[in-house]
């Protein structure tokens, strides 16, 4: 999957062919990936797998899911000189774009992490690159919510509104989905939380809802439903996420994550 996705992405830069190489002879070179910005290194394994189909070899200063800052060399190539300024903006690409999440996210983890709460992403990613951006979530440190439609199900507001008979419903779920597949409801209200647990959901996901409200959906839980996962979300910042996480939810799931994150600035130097 990840040739594949590296074969697509070299095409799209590369066309028919670098002009460059009609004009110029390879020679041997070697370059550095240096920081312009602070952030959280996310991108080695795709890197990895770009060195190998076009045969560079790379350096490593950093690896997946460690700091670095404003100045420090990531990564040194080494190569000819045709292959290294042609796979410079699809490695430099894919690596901001991993980087960039992955450091937004650890700034989320950060906040969640004292108080025991997951930090989850969600399927609001670019098309064709959820793989890569929960990747990205990953080194980041969040945890991956479900990759698609086909790992769990999710009933969500629209998907109620489908539904006459919940508690049949849920029936008719446990006899046809996998039995390792979990099934989790989107509630909006304490009522509906509630109702969500009393049918047998294994994960009740509190939407858009107050601090005060998460609290007694929490206490709830623990008097009636022990088992049951809560997870948060809705419109959750970096400014807020840390009291929803004081709660005592099990999970907070935000897509900002990944569609907030701004590219932070790293550039190739050849030697």
């Not at 796979?87 to 996210?105: C, D, G, P």
């Not at 508690?167 to 109702?195: D, G, H, Q, V, W």
């Not at 409200?213 to 996962?229: A, D, I, N, T």
């Amino acid at each position: 999957m990840i040739e594949q996705f590296i074969r697509e992405v070299l095409a799209e830069d590369v066309g028919r062919g670098d002009l460059y190489a009609r004009v110029s002879e390879a020679v041997p070179a070697s370059a550095k990936i240096i920081a312009k910005s602070d952030g959280v290194f996310a991108g080695e394994e795709y890197l990895r797998v770009l060195a190998q189909m076009e045969r560079f070899e790379i350096f490593w200063h950093k690896r997946d899911g460690e700091r670095f800052l404003k100045g420090e060399v990531l990564l040194g190539l080494s190569g000819d000189s045709h292959t290294l300024l042609r796979i410079e903006r699809t490695l430099l690409n894919m690596l901001l774009h991993a980087s960039s999440i992955a450091t937004l996210t650890s700034q989320y983890v950060d906040l969640v992490a004292p108080y025991g709460t997951k930090l989850l992403d969600t399927r609001k990613t670019r098309p064709l690159l959820r793989n890569f951006e929960k990747y990205a979530t990953r080194i980041g440190g969040a945890t991956n919510h479900r990759m698609g439609l086909d790992d769990a199900l999710m009933l969500k507001d629209t998907h109620l509104k489908t539904i006459t008979n919940l508690e049949l419903f849920m029936e008719e779920a446990r006899a046809k989905i996998p039995f390792t597949s979990k099934i989790e409801i989107e509630a909006e209200t304490i009522e509906m939380a509630k109702k969500a647990m009393e049918v047998g959901a294994d994960i009740v996901m509190c939407d858009n809802m107050s601090v005060e409200q998460l609290r007694e959906v929490v206490e709830y839980k623990w008097e009636h439903h022990s088992g049951v996962l809560l997870e948060a979300s809705g419109n959750i910042t970096l400014e807020t996420i840390e009291s929803y996480a004081q709660t005592g939810v099990d999970a907070i799931s935000t897509g900002s994550m990944v569609h907030q994150a701004n590219w932070i600035d790293i550039s190739m130097k050849m030697d």
